[in-house]
């Protein structure tokens, strides 16, 4: 048995939490980077047959536009993760630690019924969608519209696991993610 076993369980849950984080966010990132570098190439297409071959492609902008989006969206979970969403600091640095704590994991709770209602209503609007066609490329919606669902369902993870790390952190700095700007 070695020190770690010494810990409180909620520095176990908490060492566990951003391990996942970790994981999660990594692997969101691989489709988020795959898509800009997917919408960057089809930018350049486009152009390229807009104003050197003098002969447009009609569903080059419409891809850039999805990617676009879903790049965008899948980036909010990552941004969760390394607490890089707005904050208001002021209030919460003039608290108690274990009041700003409390606080912080409050409103990770609301956050997080927001995300559940956003998937579940992300998810309505993609099945509706599924027999709408988009203009340029003939697909079904479904596919860009899922990406809403897809972007509350990883979110929602991410601000469950951010509540569980909240546990172990030792500074209102770090709880706020402004630790690594001072």
Wanted: hydrophobic residues 55%; glycine residues 6%; positive net charge.
């Amino acid at each position: 048995m070695g020190a770690q076993d010494k810990r409180p369980v909620s520095h176990v849950v908490a060492s566990w939490a951003e391990r996942a984080s970790h994981v999660l966010a990594r692997a969101t990132l691989i489709p988020c980077i795959a898509g800009i570098g997917l919408m960057t190439v089809t930018v350049i297409v486009g152009v390229f047959f807009r104003y050197v071959l003098r002969n447009p492609l009609g569903w080059t902008e419409e891809l850039a536009r999805y990617l676009m989006i879903w790049s965008a969206l899948l980036a909010v979970s990552v941004a969760v993760r390394y607490r890089e969403h707005v904050g208001i600091s002021l209030l919460m640095e003039r608290l108690p630690l274990t009041v700003a704590r409390t606080l912080a994991i409050l409103t990770k709770l609301v956050i997080l019924g927001f995300l559940v209602v956003l998937t579940a209503r992300g998810w309505d609007m993609a099945v509706r969608g599924k027999m709408q066609l988009s203009m340029s490329l003939n697909t079904s919606m479904f596919w860009p519209l899922l990406a809403v669902p897809v972007t509350g369902a990883l979110t929602a993870a991410q601000v469950a696991l951010q509540a569980l790390v909240d546990l172990k952190l030792g500074s209102i700095a770090e709880i706020m993610g402004t630790a690594h700007y001072e």
